[in-house]
């Protein structure tokens, strides 16, 4: 039997909660690109962002609407050139 054991599977990150640095310096207005997976990119502008940067709102071209991006869900938000 193991010494320890993780009984609170809740309490285990299972990933990075920490955003990049640039997601820190995100502003409504902003224009981005998303990176769901390599080559598969989406193009924005920053809604909203959270308090602590972890979640951001993207509007995203061509009336597609909204969609929410967390630091966890292993996305790459860049900001673009205006």
């Known amino acids: 039997m193991a010494k320890r054991r993780i009984t609170d599977f809740n309490s285990v990150p299972v990933r ?8 820190r310096s995100l502003r409504r ?9 390599p ?3 989406e193009h924005g502008v920053v809604d909203d ?3 602590d ?3 951001v709102w993207v ?3 061509g009336g597609r609407g909204r969609t929410l991006v967390h630091v966890s ?6 900001p673009q050139e205006r």
């Open 16 to 23: 990075r909660v920490e955003p990049e640095h640039h997601w």
């Open 29 to 37: 207005g902003d224009r981005v690109s998303v990176t769901l997976t």
């Open 39 to 41: 080559g598969f990119a």
């Open 49 to 51: 962002v959270t308090a």
């Open 53 to 55: 940067a972890t979640a």
């Open 59 to 61: 509007a995203l071209d």
């Open 73 to 78: 869900d292993g996305v790459a938000i860049t």
